[in-house]
């Protein structure tokens, strides 16, 4: 069992940055593909990014490319998101999640733990 716990989110202007961490537990970190996913008021989760176990295939949502990084250290066992540039229509709370097969993937349903979500929001 695997437990995850994102932290780093707030308030932020935009055209500012921030960085997501999500720490994870109980687990073999090196082994899970690791996802960020997000949720807006009333609307569905949806994908922002995703990174394979070994930290070299990433893959992101159209709306984020070009502005928000992916990453991972095995040895400290977090993915991280760097979020640059950041717009109105990104707040949303951010969940970090894992995949046991080790390959990064978009779809919500193919990942299998899931943390509790950090908020962000930027202001306009």
């Known amino acids: 069992q695997v437990q995850l716990v994102e932290s780093g989110g707030g308030l932020v202007q935009a055209g500012g940055s921030l960085r997501l961490s999500c720490a994870a537990s109980?687990?073999?970190?090196?082994?899970?593909?690791m996802g960020w996913f997000r949720q807006a008021p009333e609307k569905e989760r949806e994908f922002v990014a995703a990174?394979?176990?070994?930290?070299?295939?990433?893959y992101y949502a159209d709306s984020v490319k070009g502005r928000f990084t992916i990453s991972r250290d095995n040895a400290k066992n977090t993915v991280y998101l760097q979020m640059n540039s950041l717009k109105p229509v990104d707040t949303a709370v951010y969940y970090c999640?894992?995949?046991?097969?080790?390959?990064?993937?978009?779809?919500?349903?193919?990942?299998?733990?899931w943390g509790q979500g950090t908020q962000v929001t930027v202001s306009s």
């Open positions: 999640a894992a995949e046991s097969t080790g390959y990064a993937k978009t779809p919500i349903e193919e990942y299998d733990y």
């Open positions: 990174i394979g176990w070994g930290g070299i295939n990433t």
């Open positions: 109980g687990g073999t970190f090196s082994t899970y593909a």
